[in-house]
């Protein structure tokens, strides 16, 4: 399943699934993928300077996880190019959900553009039935 978002000329789409191959129910350890593509719509240059994640775990608290760049990575995104990365989340349950939002800095003049990402369910296909 592909959730898409376009905010300030930023288009975000996520790619989810769950990984029964790296998940271990019994412990309640259930993993999940995502891949994000980021394709700059806008007409000036743009570089990806921070992230800021929720996630919902519906056996826990709310996390957020902040930090610099995606996967040890600040790219830059001329108009008209994407960047694709991956990563994974984990959870203590089979239900959750994650969103959040990129902080850009546009190049024309420094100025800080927030993107946001859009929200996606982590759930184990088991419980859709």
């Known amino acids: 399943m592909v959730e898409t978002l376009i905010t300030n000329g930023i288009r975000i789409s996520v790619e989810h699934r769950y990984r029964l191959d790296?998940?271990?129910p019994h412990k309640g350890q259930f993993i999940f993928t995502y891949?994000?593509?980021i394709e700059n719509q806008s007409?000036?240059?743009v570089r990806l300077m921070?992230?800021?994640w929720y996630i919902h775990d519906s056996s826990v608290p709310m996390r957020e996880v902040t930090g610099d760049g995606v996967v040890?990575?600040?790219p830059i995104l001329?108009?008209?190019k994407e960047y694709r990365y991956e990563s994974w989340s984990h959870l203590m349950s089979d239900v959750g959900k994650m969103y959040g939002f990129y902080t850009f800095m546009g190049m024309r003049d420094?100025?800080?553009i927030q993107v946001r990402i859009?929200?996606?369910k982590l759930i184990v296909p088991c419980r859709l039935n």
Do not use: N
């Open 22 to 24: 790296l998940s271990c």
């Open 118 to 120: 859009p929200e996606f």
């Open 50 to 52: 921070r992230r800021h």
């Open 35 to 37: 891949a994000v593509t």
């Open 43 to 45: 007409d000036q240059t």
């Open 72 to 74: 040890g990575s600040q």
């Open 110 to 112: 420094g100025s800080p």
């Open 78 to 80: 001329p108009p008209g």
